[in-house]
Every structure is written in C-alpha cells, then in structure tokens.
C-alpha cells in the first residue's frame, strides 16, 4: 500500500506543482489503484509515474472546486479510448453526476466502460468489501467537502505450523478447521482448539485523507489513530486568518490535528502557490514544532505505508 502524490498545489498550477490529485496504490492488496481528488492533467501526472488508467478502480472527489475536478471529463474519456476497460466507480459530492453527464454530454464523447457514479450528501460507509471499510466525514470548507476514512480489515490468521509439527499435528483435511479456529478431535483421540494453533493476527492499516477544510471536529473522526493522515496545509501560520476565511488550515493547524487524533504520520500537501519547493523545509518545520512525525509531499512524492 503506497500513496503517491500526483498534484499538491492549492487552488492553481506552478511550474513545480500540479494541482491536487493524490493516487493510493493497492496493486499488492487488491491489483487496483485508487484516486483522491483529480485535478487538471492528472491523467499527464499519471503517464509520467507509469500509473495505468486500466487499473483505477475507484475516484473519490473531495470537493467540485475546479482545483480538485477539472481532470475529470479527459481522465474518464482517455480512458474510453483503451480497449476492455474495468466499471469505474466515481464518489463525489452532489452535484458531481449532473457535471460528468453535462461534459459528456455537450462534447458528444462517450464511456465504453461502466461508471458507476455514488453522489454523496452526508456521512456514510462507501466502501465496505472483503479488504476495505471507507466512511466520510462532511469537513468545514466553503463548498460541501468530504474527507475520507480508509480501513483495511485486519488479515485472517495463519496457523503457525511450527507450533503443529512440535505438537506432533501432521497436515491433513483438519488444518482447513484448526485454520477456522474450530475444535478438532484428531486420530489419535485428542481433542484441540484451532485458535490455539493462530500466529499473529495481522492489523489491517488506516488512513484519512481530507480535502479542503479549517480545523474541525470531523477532521478529528476521520483521522483518530490512522498510521497515515493526508491534510491540507496551504498557508504557513503568520497567514492563519486569510487561510482560515478562504477555509484553509495552516501547517500549525494541520499539526495540531495530528496531534489530537493520535496518528502515527502526518502528511501535508495543498501548498499555496505563493510557497515554492525551497519553502519546503521552513514549511514542515513548523508542523514538526508540535507533531515531529510530519513530511511535506511534493508532485510524485511517494509514501509507503507500513
Ligand atoms: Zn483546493
Ligand atoms: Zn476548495
């Protein structure tokens, strides 16, 4: 599981930032990758990491602020030029179906593929499969704005064979049962737990990735103990009352939440295009003041999760 940032700049395009748009790869857990937010030219920033189209499975839009949407109609029409392609499923806040169809529409394009578009008005499970949980929190932007909740499920237990041989337990049809945590009666007339016979359970891992908002609690549902929370941090903090009334946080804000929500590893991104790349250090130094484990992401910036 790895996020690689495609787009990390807020609001317009600099000559080192694209606008945001944020790729989670699940090639190893589910062959698919996931896109968060699809700014202009996302589909250029895919091409140039080696991301295939063919692959996406599932877009989640934050906001329909142009800055996170614009990408969208080339992106899913690219697409359609590719042959056999897989159903894409679009989230999005109201309003994101009548954009997708007005486009399509007027330009006389087409899909050759399913989109399955799920607008979304409040709070819910969007996603709850055999590996994945996703919820939504509505965060405090100036246009209805949603934040994501990723879960993975924790991995079923192997049973740990070492333990077995030790225990004289040859293999044979009862390991599927032991394996099931059922109890079994072997040939030899002993009667054993499988639960006894499990190695570690392995934790599924979580994290958020918000879109545009000032501090709130919603950030703080969203984020409680992920291993991995995305926020925006678009203004350093002498700027907390302009970022703040264009709903906005500051690095200092973005910090404070990580804090609060006891995550394991902050990572900003939507920089003013005021900042440029040599700001990055000052940049994340005042996040790191009050929550140390903070990186800043840059376009193509890549961040295995653990
Ligand atoms: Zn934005
Ligand atoms: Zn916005």
């Given at each position: 599981m790895k996020l690689i940032f495609l787009g990390t700049s807020a609001g317009t395009v600099t000559v080192e930032r694209n606008v945001s748009a944020l790729l989670l790869d699940l090639i190893k857990e589910r062959n698919t990758l996931w896109l968060f937010d699809c700014g202009e030219a996302t589909q250029h920033q895919m091409l140039k990491a080696k991301?295939?189209?063919?692959?996406?499975e599932k877009i989640f839009i934050t906001h329909l602020h142009g800055d996170h949407l614009f990408g969208l109609p080339g992106l899913l029409t690219t697409r359609s030029l590719m042959q056999n392609m897989s159903p894409l499923t679009l989230y999005g806040p109201k309003g994101i179906k009548q954009f997708i169809e007005t486009v399509i529409d007027i330009s006389s394009s087409w899909l050759t593929y399913k989109l399955d578009i799920v607008e979304i008005e409040h709070p819910m499970t969007l996603v709850d499969d055999q590996t994945f949980i996703v919820t939504c929190e509505a965060l405090s932007h100036r246009v209805l704005c949603f934040g994501y909740r990723i879960v993975e499920k924790d991995k079923s237990p192997r049973l740990d064979i070492e333990k077995l041989n030790a225990d004289g337990i040859?293999?044979?049809?009862h390991y599927a049962k032991l394996k099931l945590g059922q109890i079994v009666q072997l040939d030899d007339g002993r009667v054993i737990d499988g639960r006894q016979y499990w190695g570690a359970v392995k934790k599924g891992r979580k994290l958020a990735i918000l879109g545009d908002?000032?501090?709130?609690d919603a950030s703080i549902i969203l984020a409680k103990h992920v291993d991995v929370l995305v926020h925006e941090?678009?203004?350093?903090?002498?700027?907390v009352q302009k970022a703040n009334e264009r709903g906005h946080s500051t690095t200092v804000q973005a910090a404070e939440i990580a804090l609060k929500s006891q995550v394991k590893k902050l990572i900003i991104t939507h920089?003013?295009?005021?900042?440029?790349?040599?700001?990055n250090q000052s940049i994340v130094d005042e996040c790191r003041k009050i929550f140390v484990n903070t990186e800043i992401a840059s376009d193509f910036s890549e961040f295995e999760i653990e």
């Open positions: 991301l295939s189209l063919a692959k996406l040859l293999f044979g049809p908002t000032v501090p709130c941090a678009t203004q350093k903090h002498d700027l920089i003013s295009p005021r900042y440029c790349l040599e700001n």
